[in-house]
């Protein structure tokens, strides 16, 4: 026999191989599913509900006595559940007649097989709405958390604690301590609540630690993305309009803006400073890139100068010195 007969005839012998090897473990194995069920590929949904109930029962394990029989039954019972299960769900037959009339596209049949059955029941649209819903709840309890855990901060800062007070003295809230000997005293719990009440009512806390707003959700801004990008889109179409080609001048809040890209801050980290600290940058007109180069230039010196002098630092600086990097505790007696 020539020798390309004979590894023609090697091939033919390993892919019917490969092939029994594949069919052997998806769908009904080497049996026919519908043989398995007494019915025709023609047969309806309600023959293949019908003819599955009468082959369970008549092999029910339950109804037959001895070890054996039992075994038997058993083993049988599952092969008809099986084919149940895969004829009776549309996409599943479909795939199980496309491999009947494809029989020799066995790969294609193990994929369709285990595509189905690999992929995550749940659908993904389901798990990016609880995922997403998640997230705001976190979003929302955390934002309060951190803003209840402020108010309780600046409730012990003297200066907040001591300008409340007045405050509450002034609206009736508080009694002076002078004038109220001999008449009835509030708890310190009262007298703290109190506090607290006009220090979140008088005290404009910014940045991270502000109010929770509705806005600030995944949701929220999820659903206003659309909105958020057309406005950004208009806002910078409207700059380069104004400030490059018209040459007017920046608005306070445009100077505010320019300072905080310079800085490199986030909004919040801006927000939260000093008021004299944001009314310092806009005397020194640091919205000016030259103004700002020469003032932070300025910062650098005096904070090398600082810490040059500080006792600290000098510390700092002789135990990296003698031992390099690595842990270190100040101690400030």
């Given at each position: 026999m020539p020798v390309h007969m004979l590894i023609l005839f090697f091939l033919a012998c390993l892919s019917q191989s490969v092939n029994s090897q594949l069919l052997d473990?998806?769908?009904?194995?080497?049996?026919?599913?519908?043989?398995?069920?007494?019915?025709?590929?023609?047969?309806?949904?309600?023959?293949?509900?019908?003819?599955?109930?009468?082959?369970?029962?008549?092999?029910?394990?339950?109804?037959?006595?001895?070890r054996e029989a039992k075994e038997i039954a058993e083993e049988q019972f599952k092969i008809i559940a099986t084919a149940y299960e895969i004829l009776k769900d549309e996409e599943s037959r479909t795939d199980y007649d496309?491999?009947?009339?494809?029989?020799?596209?066995?790969?294609?049949?193990?994929?369709?097989?285990?595509?189905?059955?690999?992929?995550?029941?749940?659908?993904?649209?389901?798990?990016?709405?609880?995922?997403?819903?998640?997230?705001?709840?976190?979003?929302?309890?955390?934002?309060?958390?951190?803003?209840?855990?402020?108010?309780?901060?600046f409730s012990t800062v003297p200066k907040y604690y001591n300008r409340a007070k007045d405050i509450a003295i002034q609206?009736?809230?508080?009694?002076?301590?002078k004038r109220s000997r001999g008449k009835h005293k509030m708890s310190k719990a009262e007298?703290?609540?109190?506090i607290k009440k006009i220090i979140e009512e008088k005290l404009d806390i910014?940045?991270?630690?502000?109010?929770?707003?509705i806005r600030d959700l995944l949701w929220v801004q999820?659903?206003?993305?659309?909105?958020?990008?057309?406005a950004y889109i208009?806002?910078?179409?409207?700059?380069?309009?104004?400030?490059?080609?018209?040459?007017?001048?920046?608005?306070?809040?445009?100077?505010?803006?320019?300072?905080?890209?310079?800085?490199?801050?986030?909004?919040?980290q801006f927000d939260s400073q000093e008021d004299h600290k944001i009314q310092e940058y806009l005397d020194k007109e640091l919205w000016i890139k030259e103004n700002f180069d020469e003032w932070f230039k300025e910062e650098e010196e005096n904070t090398k100068k600082m810490l040059a002098e500080s006792n600290r630092y000098k510390q700092y600086r002789r135990y990296l010195k003698n031992h390099g990097v690595g842990r270190m505790v100040f101690d400030d007696s």
């Open positions: 473990g998806i769908y009904c194995g080497r049996q026919n599913c519908y043989d398995i069920l007494n019915i025709t590929r023609e047969a309806t949904k309600q023959e293949i509900g019908k003819n599955y109930r009468k082959l369970a029962k008549q092999f029910h394990p339950d109804l037959h006595k001895g496309y491999m009947l009339d494809n029989p020799d596209q066995y790969y294609a049949h193990y994929y369709r097989y285990y595509r189905r059955r690999v992929a995550p029941r749940v659908d993904v649209r389901l798990v990016i709405v609880v995922t997403i819903s998640i997230i705001s709840i976190i979003q929302y309890y955390s934002g309060w958390q951190r803003y209840e855990e402020a108010i309780k901060y609206d009736g809230l508080l009694s002076d301590d007298v703290e609540k109190i910014k940045g991270a630690y502000a109010k929770p707003t999820l659903i206003m993305c659309p909105y958020t990008i057309c208009y806002w910078y179409i409207s700059w380069i309009w104004r400030h490059s080609i018209c040459k007017q001048p920046f608005s306070e809040e445009e100077k505010l803006y320019i300072i905080r890209k310079f800085l490199k801050m986030g909004q919040h």
